[in-house]
């Protein structure tokens, strides 16, 4: 990173948590959009991004996360935070159990299983799989979450809640990338059959990255319950999935700093352009396709080399 | 609704009217699923040259629907040469249209990308798709579109005792006809023999002194044509159409092509009728609310099961 | 425990001089009508270098695959150390003891050297998911273990100068060399090549068979596909040469030199220097 990037990111690191204090509600609103936006995006990074699967069903992890929190904060009167880890579980479980059938198969099938899998889930959420979906009304009536006794309410509460989600997550997931973890996923998407041949279970590998992926917009599910307090299937059509496999493209697949950008970029600029909202996803299109032409790496790609040579240095010391 | 036609008189309505309800039910399927079958033809022969899923394809068929409708009320064509004749040139007219659609896509989506990774191919497709159904949008709105009912013909057709509605019965031999048109094409031509052999093995093809750029053309050029004839045909047969009906259509029609095989033109045909009989008695005796989720649920078990569909080969893959 | 089938092998397996390292019995892989190896049976000492050669299209390249478990063979038999590879998916097939390296050289391209090497580290390493979030002291040890044995094999190798450079822009014999480093950071017994100097000009056509001396130095045995007669005649010792899928000869590279039908098959179309 260069010096400039380097200080630009630094003034939005060091002006962010401040926001709320000089925007006004409707602003900090669509930042916490953006945020939860960044969540899911960093989650699908992790598969679409690291590992190079095809996953176009991504907000059917979202969705599973989501249910089952406020199924669970309705019927059982669980404090919505507290569902958060049971959120992460549900949606990696099913992600896990749809993915292990299918997890051989090459790109652009996966694509098209993951696509039908976010389709399935919806559909069984609007026939109200089970009775407990609400149908295509939803589920209304999911409590305000607490923290330590304080009752987030405002949207000002629920930014530092969700862009403090964001901030964990982009530490670890930074340090995730540089581990033996991340490497492998790397590994598989550069060349499965070199992955496989140095040794590394790919199968597994695929698995895990969808299982900690869907784990991730499960939990990002829940926040999204619990600033919505209501939540209904049209949340978590297959458009939102391609939103998020948007942002990730254009971002930069596999840089976490990208896929923040792209994510300001993708829910912040038409916001700002709201007159324009009818054209927005003709101009995505559009850029989607010019993308791949011209910079089909990403607005901002990931960096490399990532082990320096400071670390490759001081690695021979005793 | 499909029923009304019959008479209390026909025999098999008196015999078991769960026959009847079972053969309505199946003819019904077996038209959807000439629909499905002509849109999967276009993503087989994509697929099978350019390895390619253009997901655009099912807003081709979207496209085919409402320049349908534009033209069957701009030029009233059944008006001034009457039903026949003028289905018949509105037909050619979107065949030809949509067929320069194709040709466009590929020109800006496809051809720019050729030597690059499969993702970048896969994100321009999807892009393109985004981009066409908007455009559509803004152009005639997000509201459903009506094809005029004064035009569609209401009559039904005594098959062996059997009340079936005209438009269904004109759906089923039409598309069997165009999709037996195209096989033989493929078949028993020397065109037909070179995009063969550019998706048998693009290179050597190459070397035989094919053009397989022109190949590429060409089939975004008949594919595209069959898919916009069945856009129209669903907007002649369902009498609406809306701007987003291209995916799941889309979707749809890949599973068919999927389940008979991808790459194998008569694979998509057995396919696609398999798939829109499926769909048709499934809706009928299992759920009408999941009707949607059959084609992703046989989608997803011919993946597992049989990934080459049922008649495809399978090929080894070079390490 | 696996029978053991080897001829004449103890059960104990002491390691004796001349053991089979690895044992192909009867191998036979067919794709649709075209029998790609046919009842190929051949065996590779313990510490020695063995060249497959033949024609192009004579399955050398699938017995490969047949090996580390890419394909299953239709019929016969694989013993690495006297137990039977079958069934194996390919990782386990590497933790067994076995690396391999592609003909279509296969880096992860916009990885760096290091990167790549590390790979090969990977299957003895034991962070996962928690570990590598959370980077507590035992990972950060393995990481570092890690990272200078991928180094040594950088250096082993002479790519240490280019650890942090991506393989794709590596040149193209530099890229040969990675993909062995990378191999043998999975310290293996039986160390594959699969045409190693393929693309490979002269001098770095010398320089890979110094370093298959040095491999061998190591105790690793290796087993090669390689076109270059002048490199297969000086680094193995001994040859088995396949046409049409079927074995045609075993012997030391003078035998084989002087065996007619090899003459005939491969290297009576004037590659005789």
């Keep these: ?318 | 609704m499909p029923a009304s036609g019959i008479s209390p008189i026909s025999p098999i309505h008196s015999a078991s009217p769960l026959v009847e309800e079972f053969l309505q039910q199946l003819t019904n399927g077996l038209a959807v699923g000439g629909i499905y079958a002509l849109i999967a033809l276009g993503y087989t022969m994509v697929y099978g040259v350019l390895k390619l899923i253009n997901f655009a394809h099912g807003d081709l068929f979207t496209y085919g629907a409402y320049l349908g409708l534009t033209l069957l009320t701009s030029l009233a064509l059944t008006d001034r040469l009457g039903f026949a004749l003028g289905v018949l040139v509105l037909v050619l007219m979107v065949m030809g249209l949509v067929a320069v659609l194709g040709a466009i896509l590929e020109r800006a989506a496809y051809r720019p990308l050729r030597e690059s990774p499969r993702l970048s191919a896969v994100v321009s497709a999807l892009g393109a798709s985004i981009f066409l159904q908007n455009t559509l949008m803004l152009i005639y709105g997000a509201r459903f579109q009506v094809y005029p009912d004064d035009i569609l013909p209401t009559a039904t057709l005594n098959v062996l005792g059997l009340y079936v509605p005209l438009m269904r019965v004109l759906i089923v031999l039409a598309s069997v006809g165009m999709m037996v048109a195209l096989y033989l094409f493929i078949q028993k031509t020397r065109i037909g023999a070179a995009i063969r052999a550019a998706a048998i093995d693009q290179g050597a093809a190459r070397l035989m002194g094919i053009d397989v750029n022109r190949v590429i053309l060409l089939v975004f050029l008949l594919g595209p044509a069959l898919g916009g004839v069945a856009g129209l045909m669903v907007g002649l047969y369902y009498g609406q159409v809306n701007f987003t009906m291209g995916w799941v259509y889309g979707m749809k029609a890949f599973t068919a092509a999927i389940l008979g095989g991808i790459g194998n033109i008569p694979g998509a045909m057995v396919g696609g009728l398999l798939l829109g009989v499926i769909e048709a008695l499934g809706a009928a005796y299992v759920s009408i609310a999941w009707k949607d989720a059959i084609a992703f649920v046989v989608l997803i078990l011919i993946l597992i099961v049989r990934p080459t569909g049922l008649l495809g080969e399978r090929v080894a893959d070079k390490i | 425990m696996e029978t053991l089938v080897a001829d004449g092998m103890s059960p104990a397996r002491v390691p004796t001089e001349g053991m089979s390292l690895l044992v192909l019995r009867d191998l036979t892989k067919r794709f649709g009508g075209l029998t790609a190896v046919n009842a190929v049976s051949f065996a590779v000492e313990e510490g020695s270098v063995v060249g497959l050669i033949g024609p192009n299209g004579a399955g050398k390249t699938t017995v490969f695959n047949l090996i580390t478990g890419h394909y299953r063979p239709d019929h016969g038999q694989i013993l690495f150390d006297d137990r039977p590879l079958a069934g194996l998916r390919t990782h386990r097939i590497i933790a067994r003891g076995i690396a391999r390296t592609f003909q279509n050289i296969r880096l992860f391209q916009r990885l760096t050297a290091i990167e790549n090497v590390l790979a090969g580290c990977h299957y003895r390493m034991r962070s996962g998911i928690v570990g590598g979030m959370l980077r507590l002291p035992a990972q950060r040890r393995e990481e570092r273990e890690a990272l200078d044995r991928a180094l040594q094999e950088l250096e082993f190798v002479g790519l240490q100068s280019q650890a942090a450079v991506l393989a794709k822009n590596l040149a193209y014999g530099d890229q040969r060399r990675l993909e062995i480093a990378r191999a043998l950071a999975t310290q293996p017994r039986l160390l594959i090549l699969d045409e190693p100097a393929g693309g490979m000009n002269e001098q770095e056509t010398e320089a890979l068979i110094g370093l298959i001396a040095q491999i061998r130095a190591r105790g690793v045995t290796i087993l090669l596909i390689e076109h270059d007669m002048r490199l297969v005649m000086r680094a193995c010792e001994k040859l088995v040469v396949l046409e049409y899928g079927g074995k045609i000869a075993e012997g030391t590279p003078d035998q084989i030199r002087r065996d007619p039908r090899v003459i005939e098959a491969y290297l009576g179309a004037g590659d005789d220097d």
Excluded: C
């Excluded at chain 1, 930042?31 to 995006?41: M, R, T, V």
């Excluded at chain 1, 598989?188 to 590998?205: F, H, K, M, Q, W």
């Excluded at chain 1, 992926?213 to 999204?224: D, P, R, S, V, Y």
């Excluded at chain 1, 007159?275 to 790496?297: C, D, I, K, T, Y």
């Design chain 1, 1 to 318: 990173m260069n010096r400039l990037t380097l200080s630009v990111v630094a003034l939005v690191v060091a002006v962010l948590p401040f926001a709320p204090l000089f925007l006004n509600t409707y602003q900090v609103d669509v930042l916490n959009s953006i945020g939860l936006y960044a969540l899911l995006a960093l989650s699908l990074n992790l598969i679409l991004g690291e590992a190079g699967l095809f996953d176009m069903g991504h907000a059917a992890f979202y969705a599973m996360g989501a249910y089952t929190a406020a199924i669970l904060n309705t019927h059982y009167q669980i404090p919505i935070l507290w569902t958060l880890p049971l959120s992460g579980l549900a949606a990696g479980a099913f992600a896990l159990l749809v993915a292990r059938p299918v997890i051989h198969l090459r790109g652009d099938y996966l694509m098209i299983v993951t696509i039908g899998v976010g389709e399935i889930v919806r559909i069984a959420l609007v026939n109200d799989v089970f009775g407990i979906t609400g149908g295509a009304n939803g589920i209304f009536g999911i409590s305000r979450p607490k923290l330590f006794g304080w009752v987030i309410r405002r949207p000002e509460e629920f930014f530092y809640l969700i862009w403090g989600f964001v901030a964990l997550t982009i530490f670890l997931f930074l340090r995730l990338k540089q581990s033996r973890f991340g490497r492998a996923l790397n590994y598989l998407r550069e060349d499965e059959v070199a992955a496989e041949g140095s040794g590394i279970d790919t199968d597994a590998y695929k698995l895990a990255a969808f299982g900690l992926g869907a784990a991730w917009a499960g939990m990002a599910g829940t926040l999204f319950a619990a600033k919505m307090t209501i939540i209904s299937p049209e949340s978590f059509s297959f458009w939102e999935s391609v939103m998020l496999f948007m942002i990730v493209i254009l971002g930069g697949a596999g840089s976490v700093l990208g896929v923040l950008l792209a994510a300001f970029l993708v829910i912040g600029l038409p916001e700002l352009f709201r007159e324009l909202a009818g054209a927005r996803m003709l101009v995505f299109g559009l850029v989607m396709m010019v993308m791949m032409v011209v910079r089909p790496q990403g607005l901002w790609p990931a960096q490399t080399p990532r082990i320096s040579l400071a670390a490759l240095t001081g690695a021979r010391k005793p």
